[in-house]
């Protein structure tokens, strides 16, 4: 019915861009806020950034801030995170995220997005 492919990650330098991209395909009108999440082996999935339905509201953790944008072009049924200033502890698997729900406070946690990606890998060196 709907589902969700990141792409964008790479391997780059402490300092340099990237910029992700979800895109979103079949029922994509279901899709209200979205969110990027990254992981590392064997440790828990962190927030990273979310976004409404309209890209009015956004919301980014404490350690991106000011480094990442998120931002959506629905009539391309796309989501993308800017990041920039990267750092080597920004290294992980990044994912996005779809909440089906509407008129809800935009998730920041994991357990309230019921559509996922299959992420995408981003490796920064020093």
Request: with cysteine.
């Amino acid at each position: 019915q709907v589902q969700l492919v990141e792409s964008g990650g790479g391997l780059v330098q402490a300092g340099g861009s990237l910029r992700l991209s979800c895109a979103a395909s079949g029922r994509t009108f279901s899709i209200d806020a979205m969110g990027w999440f990254r992981q590392l082996p064997g440790k828990e999935r962190e927030f990273v950034a979310a976004i409404s339905r309209s890209g009015g509201t956004t919301y980014y953790a404490d350690s991106v801030k000011g480094r990442f944008t998120i931002s959506r072009d629905n009539a391309k049924n796309t989501v993308y995170l800017q990041m920039n200033s990267l750092k080597p502890e920004d290294t992980a698997v990044y994912y996005c995220a779809g909440d089906l729900r509407r008129y809800t406070i935009v998730p920041t946690t994991p357990g309230e997005y019921g559509l996922w990606g299959q992420g995408t890998q981003v490796t920064v060196s020093s």
